[in-house]
């Protein structure tokens, strides 16, 4: 049975020859990272393979791998800083890299510092399909040229407290565009929570301009949105059948508070409120800047506006009226069409029938004739 035992070189051997083949069959992340930089589009693209998706073990990052990897480029970074050149390498210049997209990655969070030496001038991060991200804190802690962030399909990720922690720690913010959607796990986040959040957005020195909180199966429009009074487009589609407005959260309102969240975004240009089945529509819509478009489509429930007797607001009210108006009169034109259309082809198909020779005439000859002769024998 000794005999059966392999030696310890040769184990290790062994070992060794399969890690390699394992490497040459997926490569590590560090290499992917090297591979997916691109000077000339400004970016990091790193996106798995669609054939890597079912392989767990091929899309999983540990946070040491990735900051093992992310710490090499630093030192690369740095070298070529150093230098004035690139490195011996002829590796990029990193500082003109300012867009970062991870996809199809899992991991639950990213390494503190070291995407922040690698990239120091990242702008614009993308994390999207990943299963098991859950923390934005050192994203936004190292990254203080961030502007724009896109966080899509992670159905772990449970709050955005971060944003708030992070913009009163004496670091700050630089956020404008922030796009979070596809993660269900936000819909626990309580009223309370959503306050401080967009404290920590109103905070934001970009200032925040563009907010998407789409599909995110939340049950109510937080009031904090007020807070980010130069916000210009707002999505927030998809969420559900059961979206209240401030006014519904809270029956303690005034009415003088829910004007604020009409009046406060005042630099508003679009609102999409597309998908949630709503049936009712807050009155502070009709207080919204009267360039801003609305967008209702796919609310087939919701059939009167709110009303208004105050101008200018009314004309806000207007566009909506209008816009369902449209959309009955398509609805009437499109049934009164399809009327005409088939009484034309009635008269078509009864004119080829009934004309003399045809089908029609014949069967209809034949019970007059038989009912002729029924009243003659009578």
Not at 51 to 77: D, Q
Request: proline content about 6%; aromatic content about 8%.
């Amino acid at each position: 049975n000794d005999r059966n035992i392999p030696e310890p070189m040769v184990l290790e051997e062994q070992v060794r020859q399969q890690q390699q083949q394992e490497q040459q069959q997926h490569p590590s992340f560090l290499q992917e990272l090297l591979k997916r930089e691109c000077l000339i589009e400004g970016e990091v693209n790193l996106s798995a393979p669609t054939h890597y998706l079912p392989r767990v073990a091929s899309t999983s990052l540990t946070l040491s791998e990735m900051e093992h990897a992310f710490r090499h480029i630093a030192t690369l970074t740095a070298a070529a800083t150093q230098n004035d050149a690139n490195d011996n390498n002829n590796t990029i210049n990193r500082n003109q890299i300012q867009r970062l997209y991870i996809k199809n990655y899992s991991f639950v969070t990213l390494p503190p510092t070291v995407i922040g030496l690698a990239y120091p001038n990242i702008t614009h991060v993308d994390i999207c399909n990943n299963d098991v991200f859950s923390d934005i804190t050192p994203l936004l802690q190292q990254l203080p040229n961030l502007s724009s962030l896109n966080i899509s399909n992670c159905a772990s990720l449970a709050t955005l407290l971060p944003l708030h922690t992070v913009a009163t720690s004496g670091g700050g913010i630089q956020l404008r565009h922030l796009w979070v959607t596809k993660c269900p796990m936000l819909r626990f986040v309580k009223e309370k929570e959503w306050d401080l959040i967009f404290r920590g957005l109103e905070l934001s020195s970009g200032p925040m301009q563009r907010l998407s909180l789409s599909r995110n199966r939340l049950s109510f429009v937080p009031r904090g949105i007020s807070r980010c009074e130069f916000l210009e487009y707002l999505f927030f589609d998809d969420n559900g059948p059961q979206l209240r407005f401030p006014s519904q959260n809270n029956h303690n309102i005034h009415e003088e508070d829910e004007e604020d969240w009409g009046t406060a975004l005042s630099s508003l240009r679009h609102l999409s409120l597309s998908g949630n089945d709503l049936t009712y529509l807050s009155p502070s819509l009709g207080r919204l800047p009267e360039t801003c478009t609305l967008n209702l489509t796919n609310n087939p429930k919701l059939i009167y506006p709110p009303s208004q007797t105050t101008s200018p607001y009314m004309i806000s009210v207007y566009a909506l009226k209008d816009f369902f108006h449209i959309k009955r009169m398509k609805a009437w034109r499109g049934w009164v069409r399809l009327y005409v259309l088939f009484k034309k082809s009635q008269l078509r198909v009864a004119h080829t029938l009934y004309q003399p020779g045809g089908r029609g005439y014949v069967n209809c000859k034949d019970r007059f004739e038989g009912r002729l002769m029924l009243l003659t024998v009578e």
